[in-house]
């Protein structure tokens, strides 16, 4: 499994033109039908909050609007992110997601998340909205996919680790005389595979 971040941009000359645009592509990430062809209302999240554009209707729209037209630079960047993991939920591709953004110095992003019952491909992953001073670098996506990967293997140590617990845990015989149980590292986690796809457009 290896992280897989492909990125676009536009240069946008108002204001009023990067609202209209981002709102265009929450449109798309969050309507965008399921793997059983049905219109979906999925969660846009920021930073600071959470809004579902059918559920929450004219208000969240235009919630979301001030926010990119407040927001700093010319360029709006649509990203996805994807761990490699086909066996991520919802909230873990969220979860991911968010650290692998925020990890990487990105504080002001709109975020859906295509996974579980709301995905449309056997691949989990992220649309994220990322509005910037300048174009996001060969290096910085390089590196965001670093952070995906460390990311990924940190949680699958995490779960490693848990579901050694509750083996040792259910093995321990009773009245084992007071002898703690040592848990052993997850060291032994297979190393992925690293690649980069990277996709460029104006």
């Known amino acids: 499994m290896a992280t897989v971040v492909k990125a676009r941009y536009r240069r946008v000359s108002s204001a009023s033109g990067k609202a209209a645009a981002g709102m265009s592509s929450l449109d798309y990430f ?46 709006l960047h649509t990203l996805v992110l994807s761990s490699g993991n086909q066996d991520m939920t919802r909230l873990e591709t969220e979860r991911w997601a968010r650290n692998v953004l925020e990890q990487s110095k990105i504080d002001s992003y709109m975020l859906v998340v295509h996974a579980g019952k709301e995905g449309h491909t056997q691949n989990p992953h992220a649309h994220v909205l990322v509005p910037t001073n300048r174009p996001l670098t060969v290096p910085q996506l390089e590196e965001m996919r670093r952070v995906g990967d460390r990311e990924q293997d940190l949680m699958l140590k995490v779960e490693y680790g848990l579901k050694r617990d509750v083996q040792d845990v259910s093995s321990t015989p009773k009245g084992g005389g007071g002898k703690e149980i040592e848990n052993t590292a997850a060291d032994d986690t297979p190393k992925r595979s690293t690649q980069v796809d990277l996709q460029f457009g104006s």
């Open 30 to 75: 969050a309507g965008r039908p399921d793997r059983d062809m049905q219109r979906m209302d999925r969660e846009i999240l920021t930073a600071e909050g959470r809004y579902r554009l059918e559920r929450d209707g004219e208000q969240a729209r235009q919630q979301l609007s001030k926010e990119l037209e407040a927001s700093k630079g010319q360029y």
